[in-house]
């Protein structure tokens, strides 16, 4: 194992951050296709991390708590990032998700609570339960094209998401998917959407399967 920039790397793998260095903001090195769980969860005085090209792949809470973190680089390389990945990074104030990504996982950026900006890539399919939840300074999210699902509680408490779109394939919203979305005022659905209508502050179901999604309001008068 060699340390470079407070980084643990063991072959192409980056797998823990050294705490004990003190630094306030690294550089992951080149050459590393992996960053590893846990890699940096909870390191506290880290304010920029600067992920290269070449990193494909992020572990489940490899950012996890990182409090103080605020300016997040990361790669058009990145296939896939972990659940919880990013979740309690209060500082984070955007992101950019890579066109490779098809999938963000349940709790990626949950509970953080700085995020105004995310720019989704092209290929992002599906967002899981609570994605984006407790995100409270998010005013505005376009969703992609590509976009299938959304899961449960997926934007729950983005108190101040003001507009959102429902893109064209877009079958399932989950339940409470916008419960306390209290500033939600604009929602659009693609006319090419055959699923889904807007009535009266709740999303329709054509089919029936799916069941109806309420805008803002409690979780329990979502379902």
């Not at 980056?14 to 260095?21: Q, R």
Request: glycine share 8%.
């Amino acid at each position: 194992m060699k340390t470079i920039n407070g980084c643990q790397i063991v072959g192409d793998r980056m797998v823990k951050f050294d705490k004990s260095l003190r630094l306030t903001e690294t550089v992951v090195p080149d050459g590393v296709t992996m960053i590893n769980d846990h890699a940096f969860s909870e390191c506290l005085r880290l304010i920029s991390i600067t992920v290269p090209e070449g990193v494909k792949h992020i572990g489940k809470k490899a950012f996890y708590g990182c409090e103080n973190l605020k300016v997040l680089i990361l790669p058009s390389t990145i296939e896939t990032i972990g659940m919880s990945a990013f979740s309690k990074c209060k500082s984070l104030e955007s992101i950019v998700i890579s066109d490779n990504v098809e999938k963000i996982y349940s709790w990626t950026f949950n509970a953080c609570q700085s995020l105004k900006e995310i720019v989704l890539g092209k290929g992002v399919k599906s967002l899981a339960n609570e994605a984006f939840a407790y995100c409270e300074c998010l005013e505005k999210i376009n969703l992609p094209e590509s976009l299938k699902q959304l899961g449960d509680k997926c934007f729950y408490s983005c108190k101040q998401l003001r507009s959102i779109n429902i893109p064209a394939n877009v079958t399932k919203i989950g339940k409470g998917a916008f419960a306390m979305c209290d500033a939600l005022e604009q929602v659009e659905i693609s006319e090419k959407n055959k699923r889904f209508v807007l009535e009266d502050g709740t999303i329709k179901d054509r089919t029936g399967k799916n069941g109806d999604v309420k805008i803002g309001g409690p979780l329990e008068y979502c379902y």
